[in-house]
């Protein structure tokens, strides 16, 4: 890195920072992703189990869906209920000084 006093490149895109921008997408990031890794896995297992084909709907009738649909939307299911609780523990992992520190 030429013309960089002491060779370290400035930091791009505001990362480095100390932005409560900054701070929500780390903690963003910190739930989005595991949730969202974490909803493969658990997807490739259930369906591992169940053909979408044979799901009912409460009613008792066969689901209009086809296995795509029903794929997708038991995806972005169980990636929305592994994001809540990842940001559950995120929120419950706070230290006391961080929660006195926001409410001042």
Known sequence: MAGVAGGAAP???????????????????????????????LEAFVFAFVEPASLHSLGGGALQLS????????????WALVALTCLVVLRLARRADEINQQGA
């Open 67 to 78: 296995a795509i649909a029903v794929y997708s939307i038991a995806f972005f299911a169980f």
């Open 11 to 41: 930091p791009r895109n505001g990362a480095g920072d100390d932005t409560p921008q900054s701070g929500w997408a780390r903690r963003h990031g910190i739930v989005v992703w595991p949730a969202f890794a974490a909803a493969g896995v």
